[in-house]
């Protein structure tokens, strides 16, 4: 279900839409108070003013609320809400993606779920538990998923 909030779904865009809009009345405040008063100056600033709605409602049309297509990208959204650090969760991300394919059902052997757990109880997690139970693995044997990437690499397994 999407979230239509702009605040809560693109918080930086809206601070730098209102800041600009601040920014930016400020400015035309100031050049309107600066001119006499006659009908040049008004023109000049309903002038102003029109570009600064143009300019603030073109930026505000483009940003849409971003959904999620598949159950992949539900999973790593939540994955990216548990591992804030950009590298680390790119990390993270190709180990899934290597052991898994972002299948939470995936079994190899007596391997299951997501982070390819050897636990017959791992396999009856549900999805978003497989995560916070990979990253408790990752992060109990490997410090980070970066490092583990990085063994993965070096050994050609976890």
Same mark, same amino acid.
């Not at 939540?78 to 680390?88: C, T, V």
């Not at 299948?103 to 497989?130: C, F």
């Not at 995560?131 to 408790?136: E, P």
């Given at each position: ?69 598949? #159950?992949? &990208?539900?999973?790593?959204? /939540?994955?990216?809400? %548990? ?8 990390? +993270? ?36 538990? #497989?995560? &916070?139970?990979?990253?408790? /693995?990752?992060?109990? %044997? ?8 990085? +063994? ?7």
């Amino acid at each position: 279900m999407p979230v239509d909030n702009l605040w809560t779904t693109r918080r930086k865009h809206a601070r730098l839409i209102h800041n600009l809009a601040m920014y930016l009345t400020r400015s035309v405040r100031f050049m309107l108070s600066r001119e006499p008063v006659c009908g040049r100056s008004s023109q000049r600033g309903m002038t102003l003013l029109a570009g600064l709605c143009l300019g603030v409602g073109s930026v505000a049309i483009q940003m849409q609320p971003v959904q999620a297509a598949t #159950q992949a &990208d539900y999973l790593k959204l /939540y994955a990216h809400s %548990r591992i804030l650090d950009w590298k680390q969760y790119h990390c +993270f991300v190709k180990i899934i993606t290597k052991e898994s394919q972002w299948n939470p059902r995936a079994v190899n052997g007596s391997h299951y779920g997501l982070g390819q757990m050897r636990s017959k109880w791992y396999r009856t997690l549900d999805p978003y538990r #497989q995560i &916070d139970q990979t990253l408790i /693995y990752i992060t109990n %044997r490997y410090q980070s998923p970066c490092k583990a990437w990085a +063994f993965h690499e070096r050994k050609g397994w976890f």
